[in-house]
């Protein structure tokens, strides 16, 4: 990625744009593909791309921003570009997520794992509840005559994921974090 307004709008757009374009497949693939079982097949893969794009996206962005962080001299620890250096700090031993982990209470990681898995849960049923409605509106849609029952609406679900897609991550704006306050 690089510095310049233009250029970082370029690397924001070009994986908005194809999270646009493959959430507009996913949700038009009825409107195509009237086989439940292909439509599942060409769903997951879709999912499977738009994933890419997103974890790729994110990768990129950090990697920007830890090469434009002010401290950082383009080489990070042992040598490795885009890798921050760590320096040592008096009274701060570094602690790794897994110490961190194992510090935490029993009883309190227990109540943490049933939150997470209860927030998993229902992130899952939404998503499943939402698609149901948007396919069962979109055949509510054809069997009221509509063409393109399903791709039209998909456009605008395409055009959200997009602009969605666009807004940068807090942490990443002008090297503002967390620790900047």
Same mark, same amino acid.
Request: glycine share 10%; charged share 20%.
């Given at each position: 990625?690089?510095?310049?307004?233009?250029? #970082?709008?370029? $690397?924001?757009? !070009?994986?908005?744009?194809?999270?646009? +374009? @493959?959430? *507009? =497949?996913?949700? #038009?693939?009825? $409107?195509?593909? !009237?086989?439940?079982?292909?439509?599942? +097949? @060409?769903? *997951? =893969?879709?999912?499977?791309?738009?994933?890419?794009?997103a974890v790729r996206d994110w990768r990129e962005s950090r990697a920007a921003a830890a090469l434009a962080a002010p401290e950082h001299d383009g080489v990070g620890?042992?040598?490795?570009?885009?890798?921050?250096?760590?320096?040592?700090?008096?009274?701060?031993?570094?602690?790794?997520?897994?110490?961190?982990?194992?510090?935490?209470?029993?009883?309190?990681?227990?109540?943490?794992?049933?939150?997470?898995?209860?927030?998993?849960?229902?992130?899952?049923?939404?998503?499943?509840a939402t698609e149901r409605w948007i396919f069962r509106r979109g055949e509510a849609r054809r069997a009221a005559g509509a063409r393109l029952a399903h791709t039209?609406?998909?456009?605008?679900?395409?055009?959200?994921?997009?602009?969605?897609?666009?807004?940068?991550?807090?942490?990443?704006?002008?090297?503002?974090?967390?620790?900047?306050?």
């Amino acid at each position: 990625m690089t510095s310049t307004p233009t250029a #970082a709008l370029a $690397d924001r757009v !070009r994986p908005a744009l194809g999270t646009a +374009v @493959l959430t *507009t =497949a996913y949700f #038009a693939s009825p $409107d195509v593909i !009237r086989s439940r079982a292909a439509r599942g +097949v @060409l769903k *997951t =893969a879709l999912m499977i791309a738009i994933t890419g794009i997103a974890v790729r996206d994110w990768r990129e962005s950090r990697a920007a921003a830890a090469l434009a962080a002010p401290e950082h001299d383009g080489v990070g620890d042992a040598g490795h570009p885009g890798q921050p250096e760590q320096p040592e700090q008096p009274g701060h031993p570094e602690h790794t997520t897994a110490d961190l982990i194992r510090r935490i209470p029993p009883e309190r990681g227990a109540v943490m794992a049933a939150v997470a898995g209860a927030t998993f849960a229902a992130s899952i049923v939404g998503t499943v509840a939402t698609e149901r409605w948007i396919f069962r509106r979109g055949e509510a849609r054809r069997a009221a005559g509509a063409r393109l029952a399903h791709t039209l609406p998909a456009l605008a679900w395409g055009a959200v994921a997009g602009a969605l897609s666009m807004v940068p991550d807090p942490e990443l704006v002008n090297g503002q974090g967390d620790d900047a306050a």
